[in-house]
């Protein structure tokens, strides 16, 4: 890992693309349609106000994950893996991030996926008592991620002390 000093911190939202709040729009015209048929004016405008705020709702709340990758560790929504846990950090490409959620997934492994997003990093877990392997996490760009984590996008693992115990701060997992 580099020094607190020389890393940058990168911020990043996940959030869902157009064609998602498309979908929204439309969720609730149809269901305003077919209130319309059914019932009167004034209910067919109140469910469709209500079909769309509930489709909205869930599609703000699905696609606005924060990732946050900086001296004080990885930050993915509430989860927190402080840097002494980070072990190597890997840039990944749509191929890359495929076969890690397919061939190659770990079913022990965190994941922080979303389907609009290509590419991501795959954050080892340098934590011996710690079951997960390690994180998936989408990102649009990948790279700052690991930058930001002091790394190079291979591989960096966590330094042991001397009697055997890594370094730094505590790992938190607040929404796992």
């Known amino acids: 890992m580099g020094q607190s000093g020389d890393m940058a911190t990168y911020r990043e939202r996940l959030t869902a693309p157009l064609s998602w709040w498309v979908f929204v729009a439309a969720f609730g015209a149809v269901w305003g349609w077919l209130m319309l048929v059914a019932a009167n004016r004034p209910i067919a405008v109140g469910v469709a106000v209500v079909a769309t705020v509930a489709a909205g709702s869930l599609v703000w709340s699905y696609g606005s994950v924060v990732i946050e990758a900086g001296p004080d560790g990885l930050r993915v929504g509430g989860a927190h893996l402080s840097p002494a846990y980070i072990g190597a950090v890997e840039v990944l490409d749509a191929r890359g991030f495929r076969e890690q959620l397919g061939p190659q997934a770990d ?3 965190w994941l922080r996926t979303r389907p609009y997003i290509e590419g991501g990093v795959r954050v080892e877990v340098a934590d011996d008592s710690d079951p997960t392997p390690y994180w998936l ?21 966590a330094v042991p002390t001397p009697n055997g115990e890594v370094e730094g701060g505590e790992k938190e997992e607040d929404d796992v």
């Open 137 to 157: 996490v989408s990102s649009r760009r990948p790279e700052a991620v690991v930058a930001a984590l002091g790394q190079t996008g291979e591989a960096e693992a």
């Open 107 to 109: 079913a022990r492994a």
